[in-house]
Antibody, heavy 120, light 108 residues
Framework: EVQLVESGGGLVKPGGSLRLSCAAS????????MSWVRQAPGRGLEWVGRIKSKTDGGTTDHAAPVKGRFTISRDDSKNTLYLQMNSLKTEDTAVYYCTTEGIYYGFDVWGQGTMVTVSS | EIVLTQSPGTLSLSPGERATLSCRAS???????LAWYQQKPGQAPRLLTY???SRATGIPDRFSGSGSGTDFTLTISRLESEDFAVYHCQQYGSSPPTFGQGTKVEIK
């Protein structure tokens, strides 16, 4: 069964840091482009960033609101995707989902999400 | 970046009725790489259609996507009880990928 399981969410103060993890199973993780998408309470979906497979260069792209503060990485030996979040702001409060990103298929597999709350 | 505008914001219909959801892009979507997702409360989005008109694996044929360029439509031919949810469109042909604000399909 293809599965993504996020972890690491929680409550953090403004200016703080948090690292999210996404454990993948049921598919060849090393070949997959992976993205993070977030959803603030009662709002729509917002793409956070992606990391390509190593065979496609392993490069990352980050959305403008998080560029310079968030970093996406991967450990293919552990089938795990990461999102390092620094200098967190209240507006980063959201459910964070990891997804597979297919060039043709869109975002076809999603994790259940992990909640991040930034509040003093 | 491409801005997607979904309409209507809320659609109130009865089971068995036809639902027509619209997604308009601020510029042409490259290769018609437009997807639709269904999201129920407390759940992750689920891919319904991609490439404007291809159904994802396991999606019932009452869901159909159409359109090209800047105007796209998701049609649900006959609403079933499990179809009442929020629907999001997304373009993934240009970076950054962007989503519409969502259309809620509610029971009338």
């Amino acid at each position: 069964e293809v599965q993504l399981v996020e972890s690491g969410g929680g409550l953090v103060k403004p200016g703080g840091s948090l690292r999210l993890s996404c454990a993948a199973s049921g598919f060849t993780f090393s070949n997959a482009w992976m993205s993070w998408v977030r959803q603030a309470p009662g709002r729509g979906l917002e793409w956070v960033g992606r990391i390509k497979s190593k065979t496609d260069g392993g490069t990352t792209d980050h959305a403008a609101p998080v560029k310079g503060r968030f970093t996406i990485s991967r450990d293919d030996s552990k089938n795990t995707l990461y999102l390092q979040m620094n200098s967190l702001k209240t507006e980063d409060t959201a459910v964070y989902y990891c997804t597979t990103e297919g060039i043709y298929y869109g975002f076809d597999v999603w994790g259940q999400g992990t909640m991040v709350t930034v509040s003093s | 970046e491409i801005v997607l505008t979904q309409s209507p914001g809320t659609l109130s219909l009865s089971p068995g009725e036809r639902a027509t959801l619209s997604c308009r892009a601020s510029q042409s979507v490259s290769s018609n790489y437009l997807a639709w997702y269904q999201q129920k409360p407390g759940q992750a989005p689920r891919l319904l259609t991609y490439g404007a008109s291809s159904r994802a694996t396991g999606i019932p044929d009452r869901f159909s996507g159409s359109g090209s360029g800047t105007d796209f439509t998701l049609t649900i031919s006959r609403l079933e009880s499990e179809d009442f949810a929020v629907y999001h469109c997304q373009q993934y042909g240009s970076s950054p990928p962007t989503f519409g604000q969502g259309t809620k399909v509610e029971i009338k």
